[in-house]
Every structure is written in structure tokens, then in C-alpha cells.
């Protein structure tokens, strides 16, 4: 256990005592603290605080006799594995993120609570999506919102999910009902809903992941112009460039680099290019993102100095990353 989680445990352990109500609001408080700040940190070092505070909840979970309360610390527990598998998965260590999603959805639908299961069901689609699974993540997203009712910010999240699946399987019918349904959905949602954190959604002129399914579409100019649109709303100030989610907004460069490649502008898929993997937290997803521009380089401009420059600062950030313990596994079919 690293020293911050420890110091962790060691406060819940102390505020808890043996009083179970005051447990589970001090997990409470965990929950909302990590869920704001798992985005913005190195996954590695997140992974390993939840991963102690999570251990804490079972062990309590394991010596309580059932109550009321005992349910609601069963739901802490399964909303502080859905964190570590967004964690994992940020890592690029699947396996494990498959894992807490399992257990997140199970306590989900013993708590009768399903927000959780429909949290952990989009964290499967975006696992699906990055490795090349396209119909599976379309598949997911459909089935979670099937769970989550409208209104909540994860039904919005499935919904746009499913759009950009949609796209890369090539369904162009499926991929415009679900941006109309996410649309739908963004409207319904209430005021003051987060737009930074695990538990957010980026509010903008069009839904989350518009910008990806256009240029799946093959409509690169289109993608451009939206891009450059969630960049100016969303990413702005500069804090959430660089400090409340970095990751995001390294993704968000990356479509744009794409797309100014797919209309033959290299200077400025380039200059996206290096901008995103500048950002301070590596992550999976960003890193699927940023081969898929290298590649995308070589084919359309071989032999220019840009294209040898971000290849040479692409293998530069993968070496890194890789010491630092990201798993850079190669996908079936990366996606744009």
C-alpha cells in the first residue's frame, strides 16, 4: 500500500471507529473526492488509493451484521470499484477493469441502484471501443441505457456512446438516431449536473463524441469544425486543459489532428498531434488515439519532416509510459 493510501485508511479508521453510519459517510466522501479527481491524476497512483479504501470497505462489509446500512456500504463499495475500473482502464490493464466493472454492476442490482450498473456498462463500451470492438460497445451502450432512465447524466454518456460505435461500424441510421437521442437525452438532464469528473458530462453545442463519429463517417471538415467548437466551450479556461482533465482534452487534440490530416492539412494535425501528447497524464485511451495519428501521418504525408517528428515524439511518449507502467497492448482495429 503507497503512503497516501495508508494515511487513507488510517483516517477512516479513526473518524469510523466502530460507528457504521459514520463509515459509510466518510466512504461518501471518498467517493465524491476520487470521483472529481480520478480523471486529473496518474491512474497508477489513483488505482492505488481506491484500491486501499476499497479493501477498508470490504473489510468492514465482512464483520457488520445486515442492516440498512450495511446496504448502503455494499453501494459505496460497488461505486468505489466502478472508480478503480475507470482507473484500470485508464491504465490499459482490461482485465482488471473488467473485474470491477462485474462487481460494480452486481451491487448495483442488489441495491436496486441502476445509475452504478449503467456507470460500470459504459465503462465495458469505452473498453470495447478502443480495442476495435465496435459493434460490441455499440451493443453495451444500447443495453445501458436500457438501464439508466432518462434524465441522468450516464444515459446522455450511453447515448453518445452508441453514436460513435455506431459510426465506426459504418451504421449511419443507427449513428444519427442515437446523436438525435443524445441530444434528447443532454435536454432532459437537470441544471447544475458535473461537467468535470468521473461522474460528468462535457456540455456543448452538440453531444459528447460528435467529433469522432463525424470523422467515422468520413466526414473529416465536418469533424474540424466540431472539434475545434468542444475545444472552445469545454476546454476553456485553460484549468480544464492541463489540470481538471487533461486526458480529455489530450483526446479532443488527437480528432482534431486526425481530422486536419484526413483533409490534407499536416501543419496543423501535427501541431495537435505534439500539443496532446504534451498533457500531463497518460493514458490509455489518449495513447490508442495518438498511434492512430502516427499511422495516419505515414500513409497520407510519408517522408515529410512533420511526420518524422511526431513519429519520433510518439515512440518517445509510448517508452515513457510504458516505464510508467501504462500497458500500450495493440488493438484489432484502432479506432479514429
Given at each position: 500500500?503507497r503512503?497516501t493510501?495508508?494515511?487513507v485508511?488510517?483516517?477512516?479508521?479513526?473518524?469510523?471507529?466502530d460507528h457504521?453510519?459514520?463509515?459509510?459517510?466518510?466512504?461518501?466522501?471518498m467517493?465524491?473526492?476520487?470521483g472529481?479527481?480520478?480523471?486529473?491524476?496518474?491512474?497508477?497512483?489513483?488505482?492505488?488509493?481506491?484500491?486501499?479504501?476499497?479493501?477498508y470497505?470490504?473489510?468492514?462489509?465482512?464483520?457488520?451484521?445486515?442492516?440498512?446500512?450495511?446496504?448502503?456500504?455494499g453501494?459505496?463499495?460497488?461505486?468505489?470499484?466502478?472508480?478503480?475500473?475507470?482507473?484500470?482502464?485508464?491504465?490499459?490493464?482490461?482485465?482488471?477493469a473488467r473485474?470491477?466493472?462485474?462487481?460494480?454492476?452486481?451491487r448495483?442490482?442488489?441495491?436496486?441502484?441502476p445509475?452504478?450498473?449503467?456507470?460500470?456498462?459504459?465503462?465495458?463500451?469505452?473498453i470495447?471501443?478502443?480495442?476495435?470492438?465496435a459493434?460490441?460497445?455499440?451493443?453495451?451502450?444500447?443495453?445501458?441505457?436500457?438501464i439508466?432512465?432518462?434524465?441522468?447524466?450516464?444515459?446522455?454518456k450511453?447515448?453518445?456512446q452508441?453514436m460513435?460505435?455506431a459510426?465506426?461500424?459504418?451504421?449511419?441510421?443507427q449513428?444519427?438516431?442515437?446523436?438525435?437521442?443524445?441530444?434528447?437525452?443532454i435536454s432532459?438532464?437537470p441544471?447544475?449536473?458535473a461537467?468535470t469528473?468521473?461522474?460528468?458530462?462535457?456540455?456543448?453545442?452538440?453531444?459528447p463524441?460528435?467529433?469522432?463519429?463525424l470523422?467515422l463517417?468520413?466526414?473529416?471538415q465536418?469533424?474540424v469544425?466540431?472539434?475545434?467548437?468542444?475545444?472552445?466551450?469545454?476546454?476553456?479556461?485553460?484549468?480544464?486543459?492541463?489540470?481538471?482533465?487533461?486526458?480529455g482534452?489530450?483526446?479532443?487534440?488527437?480528432?482534431?489532428?486526425?481530422?486536419?490530416?484526413?483533409?490534407r492539412?499536416?501543419?496543423?494535425?501535427?501541431a495537435?498531434?505534439?500539443?496532446?501528447l504534451?498533457?500531463?497524464?497518460?493514458?490509455?485511451?489518449?495513447?490508442?488515439?495518438?498511434?492512430?495519428?502516427d499511422?495516419?501521418?505515414a500513409?497520407?504525408?510519408?517522408?515529410?519532416?512533420?511526420?518524422?517528428?511526431y513519429?519520433?515524439?510518439y515512440l518517445?511518449?509510448?517508452?515513457?509510459?510504458?516505464?510508467?507502467g501504462?500497458q500500450?497492448?495493440?488493438t484489432?482495429?484502432?479506432p479514429?
Amino acid at each position: 500500500m503507497r503512503a497516501t493510501g495508508y494515511r487513507v485508511v488510517q483516517a477512516l479508521e479513526i473518524l469510523g471507529a466502530d460507528h457504521l453510519g459514520c463509515i459509510v459517510d466518510n466512504l461518501g466522501e471518498m467517493i465524491d473526492h476520487y470521483g472529481a479527481t480520478v480523471c486529473a491524476r496518474p491512474p497508477s497512483e489513483v488505482y492505488d488509493e481506491l484500491l486501499a479504501v476499497r479493501s477498508y470497505a470490504k473489510h468492514v462489509h465482512d464483520h457488520v451484521a445486515p442492516s440498512p446500512r450495511r446496504t448502503d456500504l455494499g453501494l459505496a463499495s460497488g461505486w468505489l470499484s466502478h472508480l478503480l475500473a475507470v482507473a484500470a482502464c485508464d491504465m490499459g490493464e482490461h482485465a482488471a477493469a473488467r473485474l470491477w466493472c462485474s462487481d460494480a454492476e452486481r451491487r448495483g442490482d442488489e441495491a436496486r441502484h441502476p445509475d452504478l450498473a449503467a456507470w460500470s456498462v459504459l465503462t465495458r463500451a469505452m473498453i470495447a471501443f478502443y480495442q476495435g470492438h465496435a459493434q460490441q460497445s455499440a451493443t453495451l451502450a444500447a443495453k445501458g441505457q436500457q438501464i439508466a432512465p432518462m434524465g441522468t447524466v450516464v444515459h446522455a454518456k450511453l447515448a453518445s456512446q452508441e453514436m460513435r460505435a455506431a459510426a465506426m461500424v459504418g451504421a449511419g441510421d443507427q449513428m444519427t438516431r442515437a446523436r438525435r437521442h443524445a441530444a434528447a437525452a443532454i435536454s432532459a438532464l437537470p441544471d447544475g449536473v458535473a461537467e468535470t469528473g468521473a461522474f460528468s458530462i462535457a456540455l456543448a453545442e452538440d453531444p459528447p463524441y460528435t467529433a469522432t463519429s463525424l470523422l467515422l463517417a468520413g466526414r473529416p471538415q465536418e469533424a474540424v469544425a466540431a472539434t475545434e467548437r468542444v475545444i472552445g466551450t469545454v476546454y476553456r479556461p485553460e484549468a480544464r486543459q492541463r489540470g481538471e482533465h487533461p486526458s480529455g482534452y489530450a483526446r479532443s487534440l488527437l480528432i482534431l489532428g486526425l481530422a486536419h490530416a484526413e483533409v490534407r492539412q499536416l501543419d496543423q494535425a501535427a501541431a495537435a498531434g505534439h500539443d496532446a501528447l504534451s498533457g500531463s497524464r497518460p493514458a490509455w485511451p489518449t495513447m490508442v488515439l495518438a498511434k492512430r495519428v502516427d499511422r495516419v501521418l505515414a500513409e497520407n504525408f510519408a517522408g515529410a519532416r512533420q511526420t518524422e517528428d511526431y513519429h519520433a515524439r510518439y515512440l518517445e511518449a509510448t517508452t515513457l509510459q510504458a516505464e510508467g507502467g501504462l500497458q500500450l497492448a495493440a488493438t484489432d482495429e484502432d479506432p479514429a
